[in-house]
Structure formats: structure tokens, C-alpha cells
């Protein structure tokens, strides 16, 4: 980009909050806008907030942000916050309702698939609300049943994980969420994507992953090359093709959200490698095979969980 003979370097507007109206100041140097701001840090109050490439409502769904994350705030229009995930750095539209000014340092994370908010410490009354996989909390006292949270209401003890604590493997956090529908740009139990699946069961291991399979494939783990059966393959090996990314479970069986079965599944990779190539012709080739340094953080069997 050339302006005022001036050239800017392209940056990845995913992960760069700017428009030509504004942009975060931190990008002065990097991008031309009629005005930068430092914005607001705010928390998601809402279970989860859908997030979409512009504040139109019709507009498709590109991400989803759950209870607890942290973001920054550059713009509002017409009940749209224009924000920037703290997590992953991952940029656009979600509700502003959904936020709060009120952040409160996370103390827990969802470690269950899903779990519930109880507005009294009772399995039987009406649930105020659902939180998926990975939402962070804040507890304000425990029990043996009960987690009383700080933003009120009540969750289930077991359901949560100290926020430092992490699964073993991002692998058996997948397995967890086979059957989950396909939901493009999703990331609850209600539904993901291909690399929504990802990022969020190696997140739970306590691995950074990026947002979208471009990232995953550029910046997860090392290339490997495998051999002609592909039989040195290994459990946690990240399979890509353009626009998909799939889990091994094994040297034979693949994980993967995908919009042929609509579905989470476990299939042959050599299934998915011929139909994936009969169906998306000259984009059906596989373009990466990456293994990441660790399918999960190092600790000790008492300190992880499953």
C-alpha cells in the first residue's frame, strides 16, 4: 500500500486492529488511518459472543468469544464493538451487551465439555446460563459440590480447573468432542470448526495455538515428511489442506470438524485424503504435515487432568 508516497508493508488484518476511519495506535507506523486510539480493555460477560468480519447482522459467523476472555475495544456502532482478542489477537465485530467494564483476574477455567451456571447451589433449579470448554471464571469461595463465582451464580466444582493447571494432552480433549456438529467459525461445545477444534483443545493443554488454519499451518509445531504408506505418522500430527486441518489420533485414524459429515468424526486419513481430493480437485492436496513440540504442558499426574 502507497500512500502519500509512503509505502506500507501489508499487514494481516485478522490479527491488526485497522481500518482506513482508525486504527490502534501501536500501528502509526504500519498503517495509514484518519485517526489511531489506544482503546478500552474490556470482559465478556456473556457465555459466549458471536464474532463477524463487520456489525451488519446478517454477516456471517468468523469466531466466537467466550465468558472471561479479555479484549480491547476500538470502536462501537450501532451495538457493535470493534475489538481485539487478548488471547489470540484475532480482530472483528461481536456484541457489545456482551461486554463488561468490570475485569476481574480469571481464577478457573471450564475444564468439562460444558457445564452450568446455577443461580442457587442446587442441580435442580433453572440454569442462568451455559459455558463451554475453556471459559475462564473468576471463584469467589468453593466447596466440595459447588463453586460460588465472583460475577454471581454458581458452577459445578468438578466442572472447573485452577486457571494453571492443564489437560495432558490436547489430543484427549479432542476425542472428548467427537460428535460435536460443524459450525463455521464456532468454538463452544454447540459447535466449531476444523481449526476452532484445534485452538481449543490445545488450549486446553495449555499450548498456544493461532485462529484460523493458514496460522496453524504456518505457525504450530515442526514440518515432518512421512513416508509413502504414511505409517510414521504419530498421535497429535496436525494434517492441512488448504482451508482444513485435521487431528491424527494415531498413524491411521483422523479427528477433524469438517462440512462433509457436518460433524466432528474419526476416519481412515486415507479415506479423508480421497474424498477431500475428489471433491475439492486441484485445492484437495494436502499442503503441510506439522507435529507440535508437545501435545501438552509437562507436569506431574497429580498437578494435570484429563
Avoid at 134 to 148: G, H, Q
Wanted: proline share 5%.
Amino acid at each position: 500500500m502507497i500512500i502519500d508516497d509512503i509505502t506500507y508493508p501489508p499487514i494481516d488484518l485478522r490479527r491488526n486492529a485497522a481500518r482506513p476511519d482508525r486504527a490502534d495506535v501501536r500501528l502509526k507506523d504500519a498503517y495509514p488511518a484518519d485517526m489511531y486510539v489506544t482503546g478500552e480493555h474490556r470482559q465478556v460477560r456473556a457465555p459466549a459472543l458471536p464474532m463477524k468480519k463487520n456489525y451488519e447482522h446478517t454477516s456471517g459467523l468468523e469466531n466466537e468469544v467466550l465468558f472471561g476472555e479479555m479484549v480491547t475495544v476500538f470502536d462501537e456502532t450501532d451495538g457493535w464493538a470493534w475489538v481485539q482478542l487478548h488471547r489470540d489477537n484475532y480482530v472483528g465485530y461481536v456484541p457489545a451487551q456482551g461486554l463488561s467494564n468490570e475485569r476481574l483476574a480469571a481464577t478457573h477455567r471450564v475444564a468439562a465439555v460444558g457445564t452450568f451456571i446455577y443461580p442457587e447451589p442446587n442441580i435442580k433449579t433453572v440454569p442462568l446460563a451455559h459455558l463451554s470448554l475453556n471459559a475462564t471464571v473468576t471463584v469467589r469461595e468453593t466447596n466440595d459440590r459447588f463453586a460460588a463465582l465472583a460475577t454471581g451464580g454458581y458452577l459445578i466444582a468438578r466442572h472447573l480447573n485452577d486457571i494453571e493447571r492443564h489437560a495432558r494432552d490436547f489430543v484427549d480433549i479432542a476425542e472428548r468432542l467427537v460428535g460435536t456438529p460443524y459450525l463455521w467459525g464456532g468454538r463452544t461445545r454447540l459447535g466449531f470448526d476444523c481449526s476452532g477444534l484445534v485452538q481449543l483443545a490445545m488450549e486446553a493443554a495449555g499450548l498456544q495455538c493461532p485462529r484460523d488454519t493458514d496460522m496453524q499451518s504456518a505457525e504450530v509445531g515442526t514440518s515432518i515428511v512421512v513416508n509413502a504408506k504414511f505409517d510414521n505418522l504419530e498421535r497429535g500430527d496436525l494434517i492441512f489442506w488448504p482451508g482444513h486441518v485435521g487431528i491424527m489420533i494415531d498413524s491411521v485414524m483422523l479427528l477433524h470438524a469438517n462440512g462433509h459429515h457436518m460433524s466432528t468424526v474419526v476416519e481412515p486419513l486415507s479415506q479423508a485424503i480421497t474424498r477431500i481430493a475428489r471433491d475439492a480437485g486441484d485445492r484437495g492436496q494436502m499442503t503441510a504435515i506439522k507435529r507440535p513440540s508437545e501435545r501438552g504442558k509437562s507436569r506431574s499426574a497429580s498437578e494435570a487432568t484429563t
